[in-house]
C-alpha cells in the first residue's frame, strides 16, 4: 500500500472552495487505487492572520516540512490590503517558496479543444496550443536585497532589485532544457538582455547549457516581443523558461490561451522533476492554481475548480509517482468539458450547460476511470 502525506492549506477567497474540490478528486483516488493520502490541514495567508496574526504560522511550516507534497489554494484579499501593514496574506506563499526552495515553476497551458471557442481570442490562433512554462521562483526581483522604502530630502524612494547568481539561473534553465527534451524538445529562454546585465548573464548561461543539450533547439526571445508572439502564434511555442518576474507576467497573459485563469494549474518544484533527491524522495511540490484568490466571487460557487483539480494532477505526476493517476484525472476534465459542462468563466453565450464549483468538481470526479 503506498502512502503519503499531504498538507491541505485552502487560505483565502475562493481557496476554501476550489481545494474542496481538489480534495474530492484524492478521496475518489483512494477509492479506485488503494492509495492512501493522510490530508492534514493547515492555517495560511489572511486567514492564519486573522486566527493566529501571522500568515505563515510556525505551525504549517512544520506540517509543509513533514508532508510530501501541498495543496496551496490562495491568498490575499481587500480585508488584509494595507500598505502600511508588517504583514501580508502574500508573504504566506513568497514565504512557502523561499523556505522549501521551490525554484521551478511549471505553468502548463494547454488548450481544450472544447474549449477553442472560449477565449477572445481567435480559434484559428488558438489550435495546438501546448506550452510550458518555467518560472524561476525564487530569486529576482521578489526576493533579492534592497527591498526597501525610504524617506529623502527629495521625497520618498522605493527600491527592489534584480539580481541572480550563476547557480540560480542554471539549475531553472536546466529543468527547461530537460523539460524541453521530453517534450517537442524547444526551449524559448526569454531575458531582456538588450538591456539588463542580469539578462546578458542569463543568455550567456542558456548557450553554455546548450552544448549539454545538442537535440533541443535553444532560441532567446526578448520579453517585449516575446508577450506579442504568445498571443500573435502561440502554437510554436514548447517550453519557455524566464525569470520570476517576467514569468509572473507572462503566465497570466498566457492565461488566456486557455480560455480563463481558472483553468491554469503550476507547480512549484524543488528540483528536476520527477527525479529523485539525495535522500531517494521524489521532488518536493507546491501545487495551486494560478487564479488567486478571486474575493469578488468567493463564496458563491462560481469559481472554476479545474485550475485546482489539474494542479492535483501535476501532483500525482511530480511528487507522488503516480503518472496513471494523474492522466485519469487529466482526462476526465477533458470528457467533462468535451460534454458541454462549463463554469461562469468558461461558458459561451447560450451554450453548454453553466455549473457551480461544486457540481463541476462533482462531475470530474464521477468521469475519473482507472
Ligand atoms: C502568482 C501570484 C503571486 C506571485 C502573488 C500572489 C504573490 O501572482 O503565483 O503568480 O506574484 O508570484
Ligand atoms: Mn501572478
Known amino acids: 500500500m503506498v502512502e503519503f502525506r499531504i498538507a491541505v492549506l485552502p487560505g483565502d477567497g475562493v481557496g476554501p472552495e476550489v481545494i474542496a474540490e481538489g480534495v474530492k478528486v484524492l478521496q475518489r483516488l483512494e477509492a479506485l487505487t488503494g492509495a492512501v493520502f493522510h490530508l492534514e ?27 510530501d507534497a501541498i495543496l496551496f489554494g490562495a491568498v490575499g484579499g481587500p480585508k488584509w490590503d494595507n500598505p502600511l501593514a508588517s504583514h501580508r496574506p502574500e508573504d504566506a506563499i513568497l514565504g512557502l517558496r523561499k523556505a522549501l526552495g521551490l525554484f521551478a515553476n511549471l505553468r502548463p497551458v494547454k488548450v481544450f479543444p ?10 484559428a490562433v488558438l489550435q495546438g496550443v501546448d506550452i510550458l512554462m518555467v518560472r524561476e521562483l525564487t530569486g529576482g526581483l521578489y526576493f533579492a536585497r534592497p527591498k526597501k522604502r525610504w524617506r529623502t530630502a527629495r521625497g520618498r524612494r522605493g527600491v527592489d532589485t534584480l539580481r541572480y547568481t550563476e547557480r540560480e539561473i542554471e539549475r531553472v534553465l536546466r529543468v527547461g532544457f530537460e523539460l524541453a527534451r521530453r517534450r517537442r524538445k524547444r526551449l524559448t529562454s526569454v531575458d531582456k538582455a538588450n538591456v539588463l546585465e542580469s539578462s546578458r548573464l542569463w543568455r550567456e548561461i542558456a548557450v553554455e547549457l546548450s552544448a549539454q543539450y545538442p537535440d533541443v533547439a535553444l532560441e532567446h526571445a526578448l520579453v517585449d516581443s516575446c508577450a506579442m508572439a504568445l498571443v500573435r502564434t502561440p502554437s510554436r511555442f514548447d517550453v519557455l523558461v524566464m525569470e520570476n518576474m517576467f514569468g509572473d507576467i507572462l503566465t497570466d497573459e498566457a492565461a488566456v490561451l486557455a480560455g480563463s485563469l481558472g483553468m491554469l494549474p503550476s507547480a512549484s518544484l524543488a528540483g528536476l522533476p520527477p527525479l529523485e533527491d539525495a535522500r531517494g524522495r521524489r521532488a518536493l511540490g507546491l501545487y495551486e492554481p494560478i487564479h488567486g484568490s478571486a474575493p469578488d466571487i468567493a463564496g458563491q460557487g462560481k469559481a ?3 485550475a485546482t483539480i489539474l494542479s492535483v494532477a ?3 505526476r511530480y511528487s507522488l509517482g503516480l503518472p496513471q493517476a494523474a492522466l485519469a484525472v487529466e482526462d476526465a476534465v477533458e470528457r467533462v468539458l468535451a460534454g458541454g459542462c462549463r463554469t461562469r468563466d468558461i461558458a459561451e ?3 453548454g450547460e453553466v455549473l457551480t464549483t461544486a457540481e463541476m468538481g462533482h462531475r470530474i470526479v464521477e468521469a475519473i476511470a482507472i
Open 349 to 351: 453565450e447560450g451554450a
Open 314 to 316: 501535476m501532483m500525482l
Open 114 to 123: 472544447s474549449l477553442l471557442n472560449s477565449s477572445s481570442l481567435k480559434p
Open 41 to 67: 490541514h493547515g492555517l495560511v495567508g489572511g486567514a492564519a492572520m486573522d486566527e493566529v496574526g501571522t500568515p505563515l504560522p510556525r505551525e504549517t511550516l512544520e506540517l509543509v516540512r513533514r508532508s
Open 304 to 306: 472554476n475548480p479545474i
